[in-house]
């Protein structure tokens, strides 16, 4: 571990530091693999957000896929400097991005259209003053869980109401993902110290952030084809290279 000197970020203020010495690969990065692993949430939130405009989604995909990009380069400014100030950074915008969600979610059977959109602003806007004044710790963690969970019935209504196998594949990439993220997480977070006696450590947080950013991917893909669907726009599920999914859309000429 490098000595207070070398570390260009100064010393730790931030309230976490993950099982991942610090400032071993450089003295710009405090903890190089878990700054490193957000780069592909940022490949492939581009290439949904290309896809999203080349076919002209409605703009909350496009902000959708914007938001993951923040998203994770809020996390790796966090990872490489480990500091208070890139921590709320990181947290902030995952609150934002979940309250995203459940926009994207409920909106197509919200009556009231203004009412959640200005709700659900105010809301971020109230916790992003409350949580730099406060730092949350286990109340952030609660709290974004809650939001998770507040999605998940409505994703499983999405996923019942369809019936195209390879949307369906999405959705179970997406509950995939999610699963081995999180036991990557908790693995990283709940045997640390034995951890750090292996010969080999095994990243969980920077797994995390892998898994998390294909988990992202195939949530916002799955959610474009279920709107295409509401839209009629005769969605389908394609493939780039025959791997990476998206959706193909066919508007008719009136739309």
Known sequence: MADEVSRFWGPVTSTHEWCEPNYVHT???AEFFNTISNVPCIILAL????NALRQRFEKRFSV????NII???GSMLYHASLQQLQQQGDETPMVWEMLLYIYILYSPDWHYRSTMPT???????AFA???????FDVAFKLHYALLCLLCIPRMYKYYIHTEDVSAKWLAKLYVATLLFGSLCWLVDRLFCKEITRWYFNPQGHALWHVFMGFNSYFANTFLMYCRAQQREW??????VFGLLPYVK?????SQ
């Open 27 to 29: 003295s710009y990065v």
């Open 47 to 50: 290439i949904g957000l290309g």
């Open 64 to 67: 959708l896929h914007i938001s």
């Open 71 to 73: 998203l994770a380069i």
């Open 119 to 125: 709700f659900l602003f105010l809301y971020g806007a």
């Open 129 to 135: 003053v409350t949580h730099s004044l406060l730092h």
């Open 234 to 239: 005769n969605p389908k599920v394609k493939h």
């Open 249 to 253: 859309i066919q508007k008719s000429k």
